[in-house]
């Protein structure tokens, strides 16, 4: 009989697939592009790694107790895996979320037991409205309260060393030479980078790519619609001496390689999903046939179904005018 022992036996051995449709403008002589797919988590994302790494390393440490409560800041994705953990480890879990966040994260979360506070984004980091800071005092007050706290947590960037970068150098035997992958906390991009540049004595490229407005790209942390990505403060968890280079991508273009994604390739992904496919393929358009080029894709599309998706709402932004792609009208003809 073969089956796992739990589902968070199920977490990380993600696949790479290649890119056809969205690379095809490269001509003969472009890359190999593989997408590593992390949708195909447990809970839907690449965060089920930390999450789990963060757990156990809190366990122990005694940090976690035997019936403790997980708190955290989180856009969806981290609480979705810090719940798969808890429930399968008997925690409960609180999360604070920004109010950009979709209807449907939030609503998975509350479907995992967890209860869920709402903050506004539009105010600094420091505010005690934000979900920082509301974080910090609910695991102040709440007894028995661990927060995992993944921007600083250096499981974090461990969880991608030790799983995400050995997995995607053994998919492409060592051949890989560019990554490139969307930076929130910067786990994803510390982790494997430090593991792909060491692995490779430094000859695999790192690129990070950030919505225009995020710190990492130069920016003042001005407001941007893509979800999960970028930061209007440097965390922690981000290591500054990995990327070779960072590329600035606009909401529109996410948004519309992002739709592209599910039409094309049959990858129903988010948006800082197309946000790296974006990057990737600006990078492609200077590599040759001798390069591979793995882009990170975090999580699936169907959080995003109300917006990304959302013809209206795509309109109501102008992104449909930006080369957001035809209407769902359009496509059934
Ligand atoms: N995309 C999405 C949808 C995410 O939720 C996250 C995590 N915040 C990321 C990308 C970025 O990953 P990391 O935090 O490892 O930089």
């Given at each position: ?10 977490i ?16 003969p ?9 992390e ?5 839907g ?11 156990e ?32 480890r008997?925690y ?13 994260k939030?609503n ?20 005690p ?9 609910l ?10 706290d993944q921007?600083?947590?250096?499981n ?58 995020s ?5 003042t ?5 893509v ?49 790296a ?44 005018d ?12």
């Amino acid at each position: 009989m073969q089956y796992a022992e739990s589902v968070v036996e199920l977490i990380g051995n993600t696949p790479l697939v290649r890119l056809n449709a969205v690379t095809a403008h490269l001509g003969p002589d472009a890359p190999l592009v593989l997408a590593k797919v992390e949708y195909v988590n447990p809970g839907g994302s690449v965060k089920d790694r930390i999450a789990l790494r963060m757990v156990e390393a809190a366990e122990a440490s005694g940090a976690l107790q035997p019936g403790g409560t997980i708190i955290e800041p989180t856009s969806g994705n981290t609480g979705i895996g810090l719940a798969i953990v808890a429930q399968t480890r008997g925690y409960k879990c609180i999360f604070v979320c920004p109010d950009k966040v979709g209807h449907e994260k939030i609503n998975v979360l509350k479907a995992y037991g967890a209860e869920v506070h709402v903050c506004p984004t539009a105010v600094d980091p420091a505010d005690p409205r934000s979900y920082y800071s509301v974080s910090d005092r609910l695991a102040r007050e709440t007894p028995g309260g661990w927060k995992a706290d993944q921007y600083a947590n250096p499981n974090n960037p461990r969880s991608h060393y030790e799983t995400t970068g050995p997995e995607i150098w053994t998919q492409t035997d060592g051949k890989i030479t560019h990554f490139v992958t969307g930076a929130g906390t910067g786990g994803t991009i510390s982790g494997v980078g430090r593991y792909l540049k060491e692995a490779s004595e430094g000859r695999v490229q790192v690129i990070g790519a950030d919505p225009e407005g995020s710190v990492y790209s130069g920016g003042t942390g001005r407001p941007y619609l893509v979800e999960g990505v970028g930061e209007d403060f440097w965390p922690e968890a981000y290591d500054k001496s990995i990327a070779d280079e960072i590329v600035a991508v606009s909401d529109g273009d996410s948004f519309a390689m992002t739709r592209r994604l599910a039409r094309e390739e049959g990858l129903l992904v988010g948006g800082s999903c197309g946000m790296a496919v974006v990057a990737a393929l600006r990078v492609a358009e200077r590599l040759t046939k001798d390069d591979v080029l793995v882009v990170l894709l975090p999580d699936g599309g169907r959080g995003y179904l109300n917006k990304i998706f959302n013809d209206e709402w795509m309109a109501d932004y102008g992104f449909l005018d930006a080369g957001g792609g035809e209407t769902v009208g359009e496509l059934l003809d």
